[in-house]
């Protein structure tokens, strides 16, 4: 039976809403708790959760539409069910929300799950700004104060901050002019970007996601999604990936300074640390800098216990620009090509689009691991820590030797899983789950 999904109402007040971002479209297959849309309100971005699993279908609010509380947004089938007819809803005014606590309403259709997403303060310095607006000037480094607001009492809107963008940018380079090479600096930047991908229960420690080369905090929802975990879930986009900025640390270290600073910002104190791949060195040393209390570790996949590495996949996928060039390369993750999914390619080729990013990832690649050899190493980080510490390895792992999960202190609780390449958390989903739930209740 198809399932509703309707836009919730996440404010006391709010009679309508505005979806500000789509993250699966008519026809993806989706999974009960996956990321569906975000609502904009006057404090906060709200991200809504599919009410369940199937096929996304007649989508009837495209972004930036306006439509009532409690009204169908899209639908979830299943395999060949018969589709409804729908007609798009008529747009609405934009109301502006007073400010109260999210809430999610009480109403007979199945409600999609909200999960609140911190962000700054719509009135900052006397600028009126949605969250998405700051969200994008930040990232493009525009000053709000000169761009004139469109919405209610002279709100900057996203519409605002294109045009301004727009209106600012230079005629395009010639193809044949390369990037600009990004800065090799020593200096921990300041925080990095950073999302609230679950509120969680009052009185547990947070999560803390630190996420591997080449990728982004996002793909740390495929773990989540229809999770029961009760933990506050903080994921950090490292330097030179995804929305923080583009810059080639000189150091393991640098970054863990910036890690540092980032959960300072975000009032984390004490926390479990969850690292994959690169993001696993970043936990460990983080962890043994000692500057954050950390109170257990959880490495997947981690590097920085071994110099070999796979060279030819880190140049691949960072000068890969096509699907066609791309998907060969994603392939090397998997034990079991068949679970690269539709999501995780489309992602991967939308980052190869942004060539300033392509380029402080490449820049990255060759100051932590240049000729094919990780120049940093962790093994004596884990050493000297006195507090629980998981790894986890896949034993067909393509891109990191599991044999670099041997040898370690026997305080190191060691899990390597058959059939997986170098992607537990997507390959041993539940397995993995089962080591954070464990080590979570270890850790309060």
């Given at each position: 039976m198809a399932v509703e999904v309707i836009l919730p109402k996440v404010d006391m007040d709010m009679e309508t809403g505005q979806i500000s971002r789509w993250y699966a479209k008519d026809g993806d297959?989706?999974?009960?708790?996956?990321?569906?849309?975000?609502?904009?309100?006057?404090?906060?971005?709200?991200?809504?959760?599919?009410?369940?699993?199937?096929?996304?279908?007649?989508?009837?609010?495209?972004?930036?539409?306006?439509?009532?509380?409690?009204?169908?947004?899209?639908?979830?089938?299943?395999?060949?069910?018969?589709?409804?007819?729908?007609?798009?809803?008529?747009?609405?005014p934009v109301v502006e929300p007073q400010a109260t606590q999210p809430l999610v309403s009480e109403a007979p259709a199945v409600q999609p799950v909200v999960t609140p997403a911190p962000v700054a303060q719509t009135d900052i310095a006397g600028v009126r700004a949605t969250p998405l607006a700051r969200r994008l000037?930040?990232?493009?480094?525009?000053?709000?104060?000169?761009?004139?607001?469109?919405?209610?009492?002279?709100?900057?809107?996203k519409k605002d901050v294109e045009a301004n963008l727009a209106s600012a940018a230079p005629a395009a380079l010639p193809v044949s002019v390369a990037a600009p090479r990004p800065v090799v600096t020593s200096q921990a930047q300041g925080a990095l970007n950073a999302v609230w991908l679950r509120q969680g229960e009052s009185g547990q420690l947070p999560l803390v996601l630190i996420h591997g080369f080449a990728s982004d905090l996002n793909s740390w929802r495929m773990l989540l999604a229809g999770a029961s975990l009760g933990n506050?879930?903080?994921?950090?986009?490292?330097?030179?990936?995804?929305?923080?900025?583009?810059?080639?640390?000189?150091?393991?270290?640098?970054?863990?300074?910036?890690?540092?600073?980032?959960?300072?910002?975000?009032?984390?104190?004490?926390c479990i640390l969850v690292g994959h791949s690169m993001g696993g060195a970043v936990a460990a040393v983080t962890a043994a800098r000692g500057f954050i209390d950390v109170r257990s570790l959880v490495l997947i996949s981690s590097a920085g216990l071994g110099p070999q590495i796979n060279g030819a996949f880190l140049n691949g996928l960072v000068g890969a620009k096509s699907e066609a060039s791309i998907v060969p390369w994603l392939k090397e993750l998997f034990a079991d090509e068949t679970l690269l999914s539709r999501a995780f390619i489309n992602a991967t080729v939308a980052q190869a689009q942004d060539v300033e990013l392509r380029a402080a990832q490449a820049g990255l690649a060759a100051q932590l691991c240049a000729d094919s050899t990780q120049t940093f190493e962790i093994r004596s980080s884990l050493g000297n820590l006195n507090i629980p510490v998981r790894l986890i390895f896949g034993a067909q792992d393509r891109i990191i030797p599991v044999a670099h999960a041997h040898g370690l202190s026997g305080a190191v609780g060691v899990h390597v899983f058959q059939n997986c390449g170098h992607m537990p958390q997507l390959e041993q989903r539940d397995a993995v789950l089962r080591i954070i739930g464990e080590v979570s209740r270890a850790a309060r």
């Open positions: 297959t989706v999974t009960k708790g996956q990321l569906l849309f975000e609502i904009e309100t006057d404090k906060a971005a709200m991200e809504v959760d599919a009410p369940a699993s199937g096929i996304l279908g007649d989508v009837s609010a495209e972004e930036g539409a306006v439509v009532p509380v409690g009204q169908a947004v899209a639908w979830i089938y299943a395999e060949g069910e018969e589709r409804k007819a729908v007609s798009k809803p008529v747009a609405e000037a930040k990232d493009a480094g525009l000053d709000l104060s000169a761009v004139h607001g469109s919405g209610p009492k002279g709100r900057i809107q506050p879930v903080l994921a950090v986009d490292l330097p030179a990936h995804g929305g923080s900025p583009r810059y080639v640390p000189e150091s393991i270290d640098a970054i863990a300074a910036s890690v540092e600073a980032t959960l300072v910002t975000h009032g984390v104190e004490a």
